[in-house]
């Protein structure tokens, strides 16, 4: 008898929410082209397994699930958990999933699991990660609320982990590369007075993902790109990724003798060095 299992991933309903009554008029074969490419049966049985497991843990898990292998290097860069300061995590964004749950986790148990991502709020579907994230909407009605989640990120007591191209890297000029960052973790973090912890992650998509996201960025008003991150993922099951962790630097550094977002730009190539 087959087991069952609970789908916390379901394309229907999420078609429904997003779409309400419209939804009748995507074709089945669309819908069964997305439950593919989403892997929506792999990922519904991994989280039904893993569902005991929540934040540092499951993140843990997920790197166990997906073979990463994880060389790091500058592990003393990362500040004492007990010296009483709050600090922002930077990182590029090559991969789009792999990167995240492996920081996550590094970030994690390092801290005992007093940290938070800001992520794009579909990932809240994900109970696993829901615990230790903060979901940001840029979009629609409530992209009005993005200032003020990211406010009370950085005035809460838990370190922050984030991306701050925002979207995951393109190939440019024939590399691998963030897009520009964005100034919102300076800004941030001078106010908060967090220092700020450089780190740089190996790694690549396919081919195919960034000829896609070519053609996203330069011609469609949504990131189409995105749909093919957990196809991505799974291509990259049982890599191996170098993770380098670079020193603090103190928030006091970014004064006024550049703008906020020359001083992302200023950290974005710190990164890109490491």
Known sequence: MRELIEKTIDIDEILKGKMGRKVRYVPR??????????????????????????????LTECVRYLKMDITIEGLENL????????????????????DGVALGSIIGRHYDGKFRYLVNDLLLNLPGLKPVSIG????????????????????????LLMFPAGLNSRKINGKIHDLPWKKTFVVKSVEARRDVVPIYFSGRNSN???RIARFSD???????????????MYRNVGKSFRVVIG????????????????????????VYEL
């Open 29 to 58: 074969f669309v819908v069964s082209w997305l439950k593919h490419i989403v892997h929506e049966d792999e990922v519904n049985r991994f989280l039904w397994e893993s569902r005991h497991l929540s934040g540092t843990e499951w």
């Open 79 to 98: 500040p004492d958990k007990n010296d009483g300061k709050l600090y922002t995590f930077v990182s590029n964004h090559p991969l789009g999933g792999q």
């Open 136 to 159: 940001i909407n840029k979009t629609g009605k409530q992209s009005r609320d993005f200032p003020r989640m990211v406010e009370a990120g950085f005035k809460g007591d838990n370190h």
């Open 208 to 210: 195919r993902f960034y």
């Open 218 to 232: 330069r011609f469609l008003p949504f990131n189409l790109a995105m749909l093919f991150l957990v196809d991505e």
């Open 247 to 270: 020193k603090p630097i103190p928030w006091q550094t970014f004064d006024k003798s550049k703008t906020p977002m020359e001083w992302a730009k200023f950290v974005e190539d710190k």
